[in-house]
């Protein structure tokens, strides 16, 4: 007899947190702007993050070798290092764009050794997150900037700069933090080597509130061609308040105190699943960091997928389910990055996108666009236009997301096993779905 189990827990590893209980912090407990940023220090150091003093430019470099070292199980001889660098992190026809780019989609680098042997030279693991290495430096002072700035907290993945934490004491505007990096981007990020340029996340807070933001938002265009305080004319991008975004639980429940902020937001598993999976570098070169209800949704999404596959439920009320998400919240960007990573997992040959009217078939191929080039393609196209998605094997299959219209039309034949994600007005019958796919030869989705 087929016996029924009810789920008690789940997916332990989620990035947003299910249920968070703030604490309580009285009067007594406000600092000054120092003894904010030694108390956060010392919570991400109880978190497993490496504290480590920085005092300059070359022992920042000195480390960020020894922990690509460390993430490769190489060592590198003087002159290699000197011109692996030199070509893919100190470019100096290198600005944020191209960093980001690196981080984002191109982090493993073909190197040729003294030898003549050829290796991959990985910048963040991407497949193994936790063979990363979190590292915190405060108070660390550029060499050569427009300005003499101070940076408050930054912390380093395998040695690279890539969240940058910005601090004012309870009281003070968390707008002029904002307004300090933004400083900071304009007289010193690019100076040097540009290390700082590959910065993809920044953290603002004045204790009380604290928000995120990537390095490039929706209105950085428009100001994009900014020049720094030396005339040096390297593009540079700029931020708009408006973009940033509050941490939340999976309830959407926001979390704004600092000390509750880095208790759920820098939780390594959190922050290094944020850098590497939701994390979105559209054809316009803008970095989209995805909001905690999104990350939420499609991890919901994948977790179905397994759990219907393990179960044996596909095709099948119980395997399937729905996200509800409201106007404007996001819907299509949240659909990419779980089509995406569905297309990864081993048991889904396709990934289709339906929609229910023409014009959301155009809007979702325009934004599908806008997310990465090529990325999906209308029934009927041919197939040469699909983009295979790359997987931490190595192996390439053709997985993304397929736009199919079910009225006014015909589902084209598929074989093997299909996923879907459907765009439907309120009402619209799932079994609408379900006879469409199973006429036309797809038997579990």
């Given at each position: 007899?087929?016996?029924?189990?009810d789920?008690?827990?789940?997916?332990?590893?989620?990035?947003?947190?299910?249920?968070?209980?703030?604490?309580f912090?009285?009067?007594?407990?406000?600092?000054?702007?120092?003894?904010?940023?030694?108390?956060?220090?010392?919570?991400?150091?109880?978190?497993a993050?490496?504290?480590?003093?920085v005092?300059?430019e070359?022992?920042?470099?000195t480390?960020?070798r020894s922990?690509?070292e460390?993430?490769?199980g190489?060592?590198?001889?003087?002159?290699?290092?000197?011109?692996?660098?030199?070509?893919?992190i100190?470019?100096?026809?290198?600005?944020?764009i191209?960093?980001?780019?690196?981080?984002?989609?191109?982090?493993?680098?073909?190197w040729t050794r003294?030898?003549?042997?050829?290796?991959?030279?990985?910048?963040?693991?991407?497949a193994?997150?936790?063979?990363?290495?979190?590292?915190?430096?405060n108070?660390?002072?550029?060499?050569?900037?427009?300005?003499?700035?101070?940076?408050?907290v930054t912390i380093?993945?395998?040695?690279l700069?890539?969240?940058?934490v910005?601090?004012?004491?309870r009281?003070?505007?968390?707008?002029?933090?904002?307004?300090?990096?933004?400083?900071y981007?304009?007289?010193?990020?690019?100076?040097?080597s540009?290390?700082y340029?590959?910065v993809?996340?920044f953290i603002?807070?004045?204790?009380?509130?604290t928000?995120?933001?990537?390095?490039?938002?929706?209105?950085?265009?428009?100001?994009a061609?900014?020049?720094?305080?030396?005339?040096?004319?390297?593009?540079?991008?700029?931020?708009?308040f408006?973009?940033?975004?509050y941490?939340?639980?999976?309830s959407?429940?926001?979390v704004?105190?600092?000390?509750?902020?880095?208790?759920?937001?820098?939780?390594?598993h959190?922050?290094?699943n944020?850098?590497?999976?939701?994390?979105v570098f559209?054809?316009?070169?803008?970095?989209?960091?995805?909001?905690?209800y999104?990350?939420?949704?499609?991890?919901?999404?994948?977790?179905?997928?397994k759990?219907?596959?393990?179960?044996?439920?596909?095709?099948?009320?119980e395997?399937?389910?729905?996200?509800?998400h409201?106007?404007?919240?996001?819907?299509?960007?949240?659909?990419f990055?779980?089509?995406?990573?569905?297309?990864?997992?081993?048991?889904?040959?396709?990934?289709?996108?339906?929609?229910d009217?023409?014009?959301?078939?155009?809007?979702?191929?325009?934004?599908?666009?806008?997310?990465?080039?090529?990325?999906a393609?209308?029934?009927?196209?041919?197939?040469?236009?699909?983009?295979?998605?790359?997987?931490?094997?190595?192996?390439?299959?053709?997985d993304?997301?397929?736009?199919r219209?079910?009225?006014?039309?015909?589902?084209?034949?598929?074989?093997?096993?299909g996923g879907?994600?459907?765009?439907?007005r309120?009402?619209?019958?799932?079994?609408?779905?379900h006879?469409?796919?199973?006429?036309?030869?797809?038997r579990?989705?």
């Amino acid at each position: 007899m087929m016996m029924n189990y009810d789920l008690i827990s789940e997916n332990p590893e989620s990035t947003v947190v299910a249920e968070f209980e703030p604490g309580f912090y009285s009067a007594a407990q406000y600092q000054s702007e120092a003894e904010m940023e030694q108390d956060f220090i010392n919570r991400l150091t109880r978190q497993a993050y490496e504290p480590l003093t920085v005092t300059s430019e070359k022992e920042l470099i000195t480390n960020l070798r020894s922990q690509i070292e460390r993430l490769n199980g190489i060592v590198f001889e003087d002159k290699e290092w000197n011109d692996f660098f030199t070509e893919h992190i100190g470019n100096p026809n290198m600005g944020i764009i191209e960093k980001t780019k690196t981080i984002q989609e191109d982090n493993i680098k073909a190197w040729t050794r003294p030898d003549g042997s050829l290796v991959n030279i990985s910048l963040i693991d991407k497949a193994d997150i936790h063979n990363n290495s979190l590292q915190v430096i405060n108070q660390y002072v550029p060499e050569g900037g427009a300005y003499d700035n101070r940076y408050d907290v930054t912390i380093l993945v395998n040695g690279l700069p890539l969240v940058h934490v910005e601090l004012k004491r309870r009281g003070v505007s968390i707008k002029d933090a904002f307004n300090q990096i933004d400083r900071y981007q304009r007289d010193s990020f690019w100076s040097g080597s540009g290390l700082y340029e590959f910065v993809q996340i920044f953290i603002i807070s004045n204790g009380t509130l604290t928000k995120y933001y990537s390095n490039t938002t929706r209105d950085a265009v428009s100001k994009a061609n900014q020049k720094n305080g030396k005339g040096k004319g390297k593009t540079q991008t700029s931020n708009s308040f408006e973009f940033t975004s509050y941490w939340a639980t999976k309830s959407n429940v926001p979390v704004f105190d600092l000390m509750d902020f880095t208790q759920t937001f820098f939780s390594k598993h959190t922050l290094l699943n944020i850098l590497t999976k939701y994390c979105v570098f559209t054809s316009e070169n803008l970095l989209l960091v995805m909001r905690p209800y999104q990350i939420a949704a499609t991890e919901e999404i994948l977790l179905r997928i397994k759990t219907s596959t393990n179960a044996k439920t596909y095709s099948k009320r119980e395997g399937g389910g729905y996200i509800w998400h409201t106007t404007g919240s996001g819907k299509t960007l949240t659909s990419f990055k779980t089509a995406r990573l569905a297309s990864r997992v081993d048991d889904i040959d396709k990934v289709l996108f339906v929609v229910d009217r023409k014009d959301l078939d155009y809007q979702t191929m325009k934004e599908y666009d806008r997310f990465e080039k090529g990325a999906a393609r209308r029934a009927g196209e041919p197939a040469g236009v699909e983009r295979g998605g790359g997987r931490a094997d190595g192996r390439v299959r053709g997985d993304v997301p397929v736009l199919r219209r079910l009225h006014g039309g015909r589902l084209r034949p598929l074989r093997g096993d299909g996923g879907f994600l459907r765009r439907l007005r309120p009402g619209q019958a799932g079994l609408w779905v379900h006879h469409g796919v199973l006429r036309h030869g797809v038997r579990q989705y």
